[in-house]
């Protein structure tokens, strides 16, 4: 099953196209761009890009995966918008995962591990994992309130894994790879996908004037 994945939780936009089995999963094509204001202008021409680099075309596609964060509130909702109206146009199934999961599903480690992101605010975003699987958060914190234990090692965003006193795994940012890990399972189950709800974990920066006089 060809697979488009999209994560837009970080300042980096990435797509891509994945050949996935109930046994494996082969990245066909991918575009990475590191560009925290273009997140709505870059999206779907890398998307289109990806296709082309597969010669595939939208109708090829069987399922989409996209990244429901946590992320900030503008860039986050441009790749859940994108996927779901490719999703609603071809008629197939749209699977949201977290983030941080297909980040740590990418370092692979047995040992404890502990992923961040940008949250900005001075704050990260984060989860910890026991043997692949999350046992805490998502959650979003300044740095100096998270502590490291029982963490063994991290990864995630590059400006802010050097803020906690662990061994760093070269993971910052999910990758179609690492999403459509995440939903194998769901993408040959027969049960309806979740809809999509993102993670924000608190009020965008945005605020409308009304709100403001309240």
């Known amino acids: 099953m060809l697979v488009l994945a999209i994560d837009t939780s970080t ?5 891509g196209v994945v050949d996935v089995s109930p ?22 021409p890398r998307i289109m890009e990806c296709l082309a680099e597969a010669s595939a075309t939208p109708a090829d596609l069987g399922a989409v995966v996209v990244g429901v ?3 900030p509130f503008t860039g986050l909702r441009v790749g859940m918008a994108t996927a779901a109206a490719f999703a609603d146009a071809l008629g197939i199934p749209v699977h949201g ?4 999961d297909a980040i740590a599903v990418q370092v692979g480690s047995d040992r404890d591990l502990l992923v961040v992101t940008d949250a900005r605010r001075r704050e990260v975003y984060w989860a910890r994992y026991s043997g692949g699987v999350r046992i805490e958060g998502p959650g979003v914190v300044k740095p100096a309130e998270l502590e490291s234990a029982p963490s063994e090692v991290i990864a995630g965003s590059p400006s802010h894994v050097d803020f906690f006193d662990l061994p760093v795994e070269p993971v910052e940012t999910p990758s179609p790879a690492g999403l459509v890990e995440v939903a194998r399972a769901a993408l040959f189950s027969t049960a309806e996908p979740e809809p999509l709800v993102p993670l924000y974990l608190r009020r965008p920066d945005a605020v409308a004037l009304a709100d403001r006089k309240k």
Not at 11 to 15: C, G
């Open 23 to 44: 046994d494996s999963v082969q990245v066909v094509a991918t575009r990475i761009t590191v560009d925290a204001r273009a997140h709505a202008e870059v999206l779907t």
């Open 97 to 100: 995962v977290c983030s941080l």
């Open 69 to 71: 964060g946590p992320g």
């Open 11 to 15: 300042p980096t936009v990435t797509a």
